[in-house]
């Protein structure tokens, strides 16, 4: 977390979280028979039962007769989890610093002191990153149900603010809150989530099993400057997230664990000291990572977008940059996953043969309208499939520049593969793909050059960089390197800095698909999607479009 609320923090002290040692505690003989699966306990009690040793706990050479010493006949994952120690080597493709508690601590006081930044500030924005990033990779679509464990310090106020981030996002998140701080800034925090009807759930109302009733639990409980041994209720529901993997079934989703700055439990600077801590699927480090998290193996962000310079230098501090206006950052690789289990189950409204335009030119312009009134980050990129006359096939994105009656417009060189392709087989096809809606549109059709002069004006419409980078590439052709590119560029440049207009290359001009079939696609629940084709068709003596629906 950005900050305790006790400002005496531990200085060159160990502030591992020391996990109740009855983590060493061995198996009874004969331990009780588990209850039946279907037949758990509703509700847990503050006390659970002591944990199993950690090698218990994803092994695949344990045999048949320990699996059923696992309680509530609990299996070894059986999902591909990634080995810690084979994923040390991972953390830093960018060199990016990771900070010591000291130095952490001394950050923390700076920002909130001479930098003149407010406790409830950094929360905003440490609160807003984690949401951003837990959105980032786990869509509310799939994993909608979200529970925070909120700790009485900065972090669990953190995992409140991520909570009302997450509610506007579109989850359903519950809260976990069990030691309430009473200052204005949490309480106010509290009303605002209560205001939202966000339930808060005591420790005595969770379900014993939280993989049933969650996709996404925070852990929000305890911060780096946290140090001593955790008191109740914190270190049963520490226990209860150590354990959560050891209770999946194989054929249940596994809920993510998300936590927040620093998992709870490991140590600030050594990470998870014996691997018998939580382990998340995602870290959320914020301001830098803390060294500890050089061990960590998942979806690793960076939050907190709000570092200023003087706080580098200082502390000679190499942060990633942050794309575009994202509150968030990935740091390192993703973690490998299987390929084949990534998948969405598609939500979108139905779409009807009854409810479309007759037009597919008029419902591509209000499908088109709809991207754009979505934000979505350029919406008129487009794939362009060509093929030569031998069928070798190719593609690429380029953006349509005109849609009219006629056809779909774009431009490019003339010396291009692609239009080397089109001279040769001048049948083509265009897909645009808009995946904040669900939806694509795949249109064939032929392709002809557009006139001289509609090249002309809309090359002279572009910024002037444009049209000198337009005469500089001779698109497709073997380039030496890219100083010979720049060299070309600055040239050009000067040539024309006295404003007088840039001739447009004979090599560069427009094409325009005509279309003869349009295909509109929109994703649906269980692979059940709307595909309705427009074609060509000649009725009475003229050409008529024909809508057919298509199996998905």
Not at 55 to 72: C, D, G, K
Not at 242 to 266: A, F, H, M, N
Not at 343 to 352: G, H, L
Not at 491 to 510: C, T
Request: glycine letters at 6%; charged letters at 20%.
């Amino acid at each position: 977390m950005l900050s305790s609320v006790v400002r005496n923090r531990c200085r060159g002290m160990s502030c591992s979280l020391l996990i109740s040692s009855t983590l060493h505690h061995s198996i009874s003989p004969s331990p009780p028979p588990p209850p039946p699966p279907n037949k758990l306990p509703k509700r847990l009690s503050l006390s659970i039962p002591p944990p199993l040793p950690h090698s218990y706990f994803f092994n695949p050479n344990i045999n048949a007769a320990q699996h059923s010493l696992l309680p509530f006949q609990a299996k070894p994952h059986t999902i591909p989890f990634r080995s810690f120690s084979s994923c040390r080597a991972m953390a830093d493709d960018r060199q990016i610093t990771y900070l010591s508690q000291r130095d952490a601590v001394e950050i923390d006081d700076l920002l909130m002191g001479p930098l003149g930044f407010s406790v409830d500030q950094l929360m905003e924005l440490a609160g807003l990153s984690v949401a951003a990033s837990i959105a980032e990779v786990y869509k509310s679509s799939e994993y909608s149900r979200v529970l925070a464990i909120c700790g009485p310090g900065n972090n669990g106020g953190d995992g409140l603010v991520a909570v009302r981030h997450l509610h506007h996002f579109g989850y359903k998140p519950s809260v976990c809150y069990p030691k309430r701080t009473p200052k204005n800034l949490y309480t106010g925090l509290v009303t605002q989530l209560e205001a939202l009807s966000i339930p808060f759930l005591s420790v005595e109302e969770l379900p014993m099993d939280l993989s049933n009733d969650f996709d996404i639990i925070i852990d929000a409980v305890f911060g780096f400057s946290f140090h001593g041994t955790p008191r109740p209720p914190f270190d049963d529901l520490i226990q209860r997230l150590i354990y959560l993997r050891g209770l999946i079934s194989p054929s249940q989703k596994s809920p993510v664990i998300v936590s927040v700055d620093i998992p709870s439990g490991w140590h600030v600077e050594e990470g998870d000291i014996n691997e018998e801590g939580i382990k998340p699927d995602m870290l959320v480090s914020l301001t830098a990572p803390k060294l500890g998290a050089k061990k960590f193996c998942g979806h690793h962000f960076l939050g907190g977008r709000f570092v200023p310079p003087s706080i580098k230098d200082k502390y000679g501090l190499h942060l990633p940059p942050y794309p575009g206006t994202s509150m968030c950052v990935r740091i390192g690789k993703p973690p490998s996953i299987d390929i084949s289990a990534l998948r969405e189950n598609y939500i979108s409204p139905e779409f009807v043969e009854d409810q479309v335009l007759k037009d597919p030119l008029d419902q591509f312009s209000e499908w088109f309208d709809d991207a754009i009134a979505a934000n979505l980050r350029e919406p008129n990129a487009m794939a362009l499939s060509t093929s030569s006359k031998d069928g070798y096939p190719s593609s690429r994105i380029v953006l349509l520049k005109g849609v009219e009656k006629q056809g779909f417009v774009w431009y490019t060189n003339y010396g291009s593969r692609k239009a080397r392709e089109l001279a040769e087989n001048p049948h083509a096809s265009l897909l645009f793909h808009w995946a904040g809606l669900n939806r694509q549109v795949r249109i064939e059709g032929n392709v002809q050059k557009v006139s001289d002069e509609e090249s002309e004006s809309y090359f002279h419409s572009r910024p002037r960089g444009s049209q000198i980078g337009a005469i500089v590439s001779k698109q497709s052709t073997v380039v030496n390197g890219r100083h010979v590119l720049h060299n070309l560029y600055k040239e050009l440049e000067e040539k024309y800095s006295d404003g007088s207009v840039i001739p447009k290359p004979e090599y560069w001009g427009g094409y325009r698909l005509i279309p003869r079939l349009f295909e509109f696609w929109q994703g649906q629940p269980s692979r059940l999607h709307d595909r309705l084709q427009y074609s060509l068709r000649e009725v009475d003596g003229r050409q008529e479009w024909h809508i057919d629906r298509l199996a998905p």
